[in-house]
């Protein structure tokens, strides 16, 4: 049997030794073999805006037999459980079983994201997706629910979303991470069609009914209904993502209609109603996020809102998250100076944080014009109109202009196979970041991924634009690693081509011969003497073309001769 936990009075498992202890007591409690039992939800894991609670810990729990987890992970029947493992889950108590079918579900979570994905996206981006696949279609997201859910859950769980899924990522063929930390996949048919047919066989043919359903909204055409074709079709299908979305909805949608019944029954009418009215008061707490007390004033509000949305803009601060936090900031200031002018009631956040932003500060280009063009003789740049009649900042302040250092350079040795071939390096750096007063700093330590591309020629430059030490009215140099190519024990490297010397006896170069030449991607090929083999040098990293391989033979010569071979080299050249 599976016992599952859910924490809806919001505390921190980790902050409270004792709750494990309370929670394997409630599992012991069950008169039956309990095979495998998890706690999930704001209380298991932090969200962003709940409050935590400061006494009492109500426990929600539901009991299922191991058949039907292990059918909803491996087949998606409901995705009811399935799409609850596909977040971070603390386990009480663990089975072997469960484990196999868990990572075949998250592996599939991956795959479903990654078709509603486009080329190049960003962790945040596929977790958000991850996420969200099991609350698709389901009622409650209509009301009872708040809107930012998913969100609060990958902006709060970022590095436990990151454990539990980047070595699916990185056994994934098509997807690669970038030197900036986003990540690339490849929209070939053939891999996406792949994703599609390692997809649970209930999916796949929902997702065919909605395929085939868009082809003939569209006007129809043929189907070529086999395997492979079938998926690669449906791959490089315009309906692709809609499609995978409806299917998803399909799953989750009549489910959750079911589960609200029976929580009815199991729960009791008034336990439900109180329950529901609890998820429904679940909004963010604006007070909180612009760090203000409820009895503030509005002047109060403005300079809250000036500090936290310049901070956290995402122009300037690319840490993950930081997107939730600059939309929560703005709903913050957005409700709160509605209510000082008196139109709250009814008022509801238009979810364009953005638009906040460029009323407040009266531009449409955040960052762009802080400091104008016009600098005197003590070297000082005074605000420019975005700081115009800034909320009680006078418009003839003026500061230092900030200035950036010099790019720091270092060298990344790599070797002819990884320049043949490509590879992924990962650099740790220390830098000091500003602390939250904008004028101190700290030392914090950061890997910098840099993917080295085929065919890159020694002093290639990689550049990581603002990543060098933060300080006040200071912009972050950039850091550059340069690209020193290692001395290789085979071959020498002119251009694209690849140079190989071979050491060969003196009569093999007069009477022919062949060599044998170890290539960088461990071929063997048997070359002829003094021959040049088109395509086997370096490719190019631009046209992924190859140079040639040029194999240059140094004869030994023997150190003595007979006089007898003496004669039939005189014979042979007709030499007297």
């Not at 690669?176 to 070939?188: C, F, I, K, P, T």
């Not at 109180?274 to 760090?291: G, T």
Request: charged fraction near 25%; charge should be positive; proline fraction near 4%.
């Amino acid at each position: 049997m599976l016992c599952k936990l859910i924490f809806k009075r919001n505390f921190s498992v980790a902050s409270d030794p004792s709750l494990m202890e309370k929670l394997q007591g409630v599992i012991n409690g069950f008169n039956a073999p309990i095979r495998y039992a998890v706690a999930y939800g704001s209380g298991a894991y932090e969200q962003k805006g709940y409050e935590k609670a400061k006494a009492g810990k109500r426990i929600k729990y539901g009991v299922v037999s191991m058949h039907h987890l292990l059918r909803d992970l491996e087949e998606w029947e409901t995705l009811y459980l399935a799409g609850r493992l596909q977040k971070p889950v603390k386990i009480l108590r663990d089975d072997a079983k469960v484990k196999l079918a868990t990572k075949q579900n998250l592996e599939n979570a991956v795959r479903v994201a990654l078709l509603m994905l486009p080329e190049r996206f960003t962790e945040e981006d596929l977790f958000l997706k991850i996420a969200g696949l099991s609350y698709r279609g389901d009622f409650r997201m209509l009301f009872g629910e708040n809107p930012h859910k998913v969100y609060n859950i990958v902006y709060a769980q970022m590095d436990a979303f990151h454990e539990k899924y980047v070595d699916i990522i990185t056994e994934l063929p098509n997807v690669n991470y970038l030197a900036d930390g986003s990540l690339e996949q490849d929209m070939s048919i053939k891999l996406r069609g792949n994703l599609i047919q390692k997809l649970p066989k209930n999916f796949q043919t929902l997702l065919q009914h909605h395929y085939l359903w868009s082809i003939s909204k569209a006007g129809g055409k043929s189907v070529n209904r086999e395997e492979p074709f079938y998926s690669q079709g449906i791959a490089d299908s315009p309906y692709v993502s809609n499609c995978v979305a409806k299917t998803v909805r399909d799953i989750v949608g009549q489910p959750a209609i079911t589960q609200s019944i029976k929580g009815i029954f199991t729960a009791g009418l008034s336990r439900t109603f109180k329950y529901s009215m609890e998820k429904f008061n679940k909004k963010l707490d604006y007070y909180k996020i612009l760090n203000l007390k409820r009895d503030c004033e509005d002047a109060e509000i403005k300079a809250a809102y000036r500090k936290l949305s310049l901070k956290f803009h995402p122009e300037r601060n690319s840490a993950p998250g930081t997107k939730q936090i600059f939309m929560n900031i703005a709903e913050a200031y957005d409700v709160l100076s509605n209510e000082f002018e008196g139109s709250m009631q009814g008022y509801e956040f238009h979810g364009d944080p953005e638009k906040v932003f460029n009323e407040f500060f009266g531009t449409k280009n955040p960052f762009a014009d802080f400091f104008v063009g016009q600098v005197d003789s003590s070297n000082t740049a005074t605000f420019g109109k975005k700081f115009n009649g800034l909320h009680g900042l006078a418009s003839n302040n003026s500061i230092f202009a900030p200035t950036q250092d010099p790019t720091l350079e270092f060298d990344i040795n790599l070797t002819l196979e990884e320049l043949y071939t490509g590879a992924l390096k990962k650099i740790k750096i220390s830098r000091k970041l500003l602390n939250d007063d904008g004028m101190t700093t700290s030392v914090k330590e950061k890997i910098l991924t840099v993917e080295i591309s085929s065919g890159w020629r020694a002093g290639t430059k990689i550049i990581f634009p603002k990543e060098g030490d933060q300080g006040p009215n200071k912009i972050p140099s950039d850091v550059a690693f340069i690209v020193k190519e290692t001395k290789h024990d085979r071959f020498t490297r002119k251009g694209d081509d690849l140079i190989f010397v071979a050491e060969i006896p003196l009569v093999n170069a007069l009477i022919g011969h062949h060599v044998e030449v170890l290539t960088l991607d461990e071929r063997i090929l048997r070359i002829p003497v003094n021959e040049t083999i088109k395509g086997e040098g370096m490719p190019n990293s631009k046209t992924k073309k190859k140079g040639d391989l040029i194999i240059k033979f140094k004869p030994t010569f023997p150190k003595s001769l007979t006089d007898q071979q003496k004669a039939l080299l005189k014979n042979t050249f007709n030499m007297k």
